[in-house]
């Protein structure tokens, strides 16, 4: 069981980016999908989350209506689309799941949004 995530970089404020989390082991249709994020010297924070039929049912105050999060079930992979980045959205984003009662994440992916 393992995800991978991608799509990191850098990228100018006002700038998007396309996150994707590759999922091995288990069918993301069948469980519950979430993003995270750490920024620099702060605590992980749940920036999404959709249940196992993608039904979403959280998003981050700070992220509502600039952030959509969906899923390709044919490629078992989980996206986070972000658009109108903002400095303050630099961190590394982290997609987790519970498979089987245990926590799984991925190795995260760094987004830095600078000018």
């Known amino acids: 069981v393992q995800l991978v995530e991608s799509g990191g970089g850098l990228v100018q404020p006002g700038g998007s980016l396309r996150l994707s989390c590759a999922a091995s082991?288990?069918?993301?249709?069948?469980?519950?999908m979430t993003w995270y994020r750490q920024a620099p010297g702060k605590e992980r924070e749940l920036v999404a989350a959709s249940t196992s039929a993608g039904v979403v049912w959280h998003y981050a105050d700070s992220v509502k209506g600039r952030f959509t999060i969906s899923r390709d079930n044919a490629k078992n992979t989980v996206y986070l689309q972000m658009n109108s980045l903002k400095p303050e959205d630099t961190a590394v984003y982290y997609c987790?799941?519970?498979?089987?009662?245990?926590?799984?994440w991925g190795q995260g992916t760094l987004v830095t949004v600078s000018s």
């Open positions: 987790k799941t519970i498979v089987r009662l245990l926590e799984v």
């Open positions: 082991g288990f069918s993301v249709s069948s469980y519950a």
